[in-house]
């Protein structure tokens, strides 16, 4: 059972610890050993590189990591920025994000070094390099856009969602000196890829089928067959050898002792792995981590606010709110409006707990608030504008609210076994008890304690008839008796001297009303 006590201290503290651990941690995942580091270069020497790894899927997180280490090593003077991929793609949003990070990038040539996989979205990415160095037995393609379906299997995206990266793709294969219709082949399965020679000059192209039905000089060149990797019902993906035929990749390499010769960058090339805190924080961006940290959060929240000042209900709720957050700024998915909303709710609660009697509006509100924050920190965009984004939407409400369900579970059991278990029962208030024939005064014996060292609260009964002692506002003390007893009314003032009656218990919180005569 809870004693059902909050000082502002309690709150004011909770609040501001998490905003402490939030900053400390901010600093340490924003550092990085590049970032003091400045390249100069003489006018004699080779350019300067440096090696940054995408050996994930594309998601807010590793979108938001890539980005940082690109403007470090650009910010640093590097001449070259080599992307060491090895990815089976990801979300849409971020891989156009990062796309377009990297076609803005003038200052700087960019390469994408593939030697094993730049799948769906990595392919996209490296269609967006300056250059693309590939191992011959290397893959690249496949960026067919797909989705979770409401029964669970993936599904082709709308047309609309498919237009758009096929669009992506041949914009920038154009703005980077590579064929469109491959680009635009790699999202569209139904397309037909051939290659085509003008009749006067000898110029080969490549067309698709739905190009050359609208092509108005089709006439003047010779129609080829289609290309093994361009058939119906595929999505365009080749190896290193067949990519640098045609014309996709620039090159071929063996090993990464060559990358010297190759981009003419000074050795050793350094590379930018991922630090401690980017290795917590993805960890921690996890679905079940997720899960995890919100029920568990919860539910020690709902211990501190049972207790007064802070206690390890209180340490523990910050320690899994903290570390949520800070993860999700991390990730670039939250920032302080969602804290602050989270805070909010806090103290939304509390006011509902300790100030208004019942539960009503500001518990509702709070509620809302506390798991809305939550949802609102896991994501980019607010409003969902395509299909990939209502299922990231989905996903994130239906991950918040199974913790919530779990939180509910967690507090059936607590509250009906918190006394059993071992270390846990220091958390409640125990009714003291006498020691029997023969113990030591707070001894344990066999015997059931007396009525009269019973709190007052176990005492009274709905219907008892008592005296306030003080002012209700609403909370106060009243007399039964001889038993003083913490009170609160429904949300009328009462004065000092009135009679009651009680009219309610809910736990250790004794609910009375004037009496009416």
């Known amino acids: ?7 502002a201290f309690s709150l004011n503290t909770l609040s501001l610890a998490i905003a402490c651990v939030l900053s400390v941690l901010s600093i340490g995942m924003l550092a990085s050993p590049l970032t003091a580091q400045v390249f100069k270069r003489e006018k004699d020497e080779k350019r300067t590189a440096v090696i940054i790894e995408l050996h994930e899927d594309l998601n807010p997180l590793s979108g938001a990591i890539l980005s940082r280490k690109f403007k470090e090593a650009v910010d640093s003077g590097a001449d070259v920025v080599i992307f060491d991929i090895n990815s ?50 290397a893959r690249l393609g496949d960026a067919g856009v797909i989705v979770l379906g409401i029964s669970g299997e993936f599904r082709y995206a709308e047309a609309k969602s498919r237009s758009m990266v096929a669009q992506k793709a041949r914009d920038t294969a154009a703005a980077t000196g590579r064929p469109p219709v491959l680009a635009e082949k790699m999202t569209d399965k139904d397309m037909v890829v051939f290659s085509a020679t003008e009749k006067e000059t000898g110029e080969q192209q490549y067309f698709s089928d739905k190009e050359w039905d609208a092509f108005e000089d089709s006439e003047k060149w010779e129609r080829g067959k289609p290309i093994r990797e361009g058939g119906k019902e595929m999505f365009f993906i080749a190896n290193g ?28 090339i350094e590379t930018l792995g991922p630090t401690w805190a980017e290795r ?40 899994c709110f903290g570390l949520f957050f800070w993860s999700r700024f991390a990730a670039g998915t939250s920032g302080w409006l969602e804290v602050m909303l989270f805070a909010l709710g806090i103290v939304f609660i509390a006011c509902e707990l300790f100030v208004i009697p019942g539960f009503g509006i ?9 798991l809305g924050s939550l949802v609102m920190a896991s994501r980019r965009v607010l409003i969902p504008e395509n299909a990939q984004q209502w299922d990231g939407l989905g996903s994130d409400v239906l991950t918040v609210m199974g913790a919530f369900g779990a939180f509910l579970v967690g507090l059936f059991l607590l509250s009906h076994y918190i006394g059993d278990i071992p270390g846990l029962s220091r958390l409640t208030l125990q009714p003291p008890v006498l020691a029997g024939a023969g113990g030591m005064a707070g001894g344990m014996t066999d015997e059931a304690p007396m009525d009269s060292m019973l709190p007052g609260w176990q005492r009274v009964s709905v219907g008892d008839v008592g005296r306030t002692v003080s ?13 003083t007893v913490d009170v609160a009314t429904e949300g009328d003032f009462v004065d000092s001297g009135t009679e009651v009656t009680v009219i309610g218990k809910q736990g250790a919180r004794v609910l009375v009303r004037p009496t009416v005569v």
């Open 1 to 7: 059972m809870y004693t059902k006590n909050l000082n």
């Open 280 to 319: 917590i924080a993805r960890f921690l961006n996890t679905g079940w981590m997720t899960f995890f940290l919100i029920a568990v959060g919860l539910l020690a929240l709902v211990v501190e606010l049972s207790a007064p000042g802070i206690s390890a209900g209180g340490l523990m709720s910050l320690l």
């Open 241 to 268: 050898r067949r990519l640098v035929e045609l014309g996709v990749a620039d090159q071929t390499f063996d090993s990464r002792d060559q990358l010297g010769e190759i981009l003419d960058v000074a050795e050793p």
């Open 471 to 483: 002012p209700l506002r609403p909370s106060g003390r009243i007399q039964v008796g001889d038993i």
């Open 88 to 137: 089976p793609g990801g979300r849409v949003d971020v891989t156009f994000e990062l796309m377009d990070m990297l076609l803005e990038a003038d200052n700087v040539e960019t390469v994408a070094m593939i030697e094993r996989d730049a799948i769906s979205g990595a392919a996209l990415f490296a269609l967006a390099c300056d250059k693309i160095i590939m191992k011959p037995g």
């Open 362 to 370: 500001a518990g509702l509100a709070g509620i809302g608030l506390l």
